[in-house]
């Protein structure tokens, strides 16, 4: 008789599989044992956080870190970024002298993580700004060596905004260079009668159901909506 499997790490469900146990197994199976050591850290440190549910999904980061290596991303940017896992994952995941640009307008998150990134010898590549996202897009795009050039860009930050972002990260966007869109399956509201949808999620699942409209009608890239996490979007500048 096959035992069943032990959680044995922190653990916050934010899986939208059948059942809680098929996630865990999906954690527990190909995830966690490949994930790094200061990866583990920094999520368990984002658990002591009263907002750590919009940390992001390690299985999310895992799918992230493989189309990083698979497209060989050098120069990336982040939007949102709270207590720092994602953009650790990119870190180590991008040669020693890759560069990411990294944007919230919370620092203090940030800060939480810090100690994890310097210990993983990783902030050198790091060039994080305490701003709203779309001023610093534009300043981005003023600047002609920017336009066409990053290889890949992440984007969890206020949904209101998303189809503001995906405008001018096209443009920083080389042809080829990717962008991954979180929380665009938003709980699985998006599939909800907005009657039965929780109240708690209706605005945001509003602004969720125009985005992924808006994607799938968008001639100039490629995507692929994934059920990872919270669900992810793909996208490939075509």
Known sequence: MESKAKTTTPFIDKGLLQTTELYKYLLE?????REAESLKELRALTLSHPWAVMGTAPDAAQFMAFILKLINAKKTIEIGVFTGYSLLLTALTIPDDG????????????EMGLPVIEKAGVKHKINFIESEALPILGQLLMQPENRGTFDFAFVDADKVNYTNYHERVLELLRPGGVVIYDNTLWGGSVAMPEHLAPVRMLGTRSDAIEF???LAA?????????????GITMCRRL
Do not use: F
């Not at 560069?99 to 998150?109: G, L, M, P, W, Y």
């Open 29 to 33: 199976t190909s995830v966690y044992p």
């Open 99 to 110: 560069k990411i640009t990294a944007i919230d307008v919370d620092r203090s998150a940030y």
């Open 218 to 230: 968008d001639a100039r890239v490629q995507i692929s909506q994934v059920p990872l996490g919270d």
């Open 212 to 214: 992924n409209n808006y």
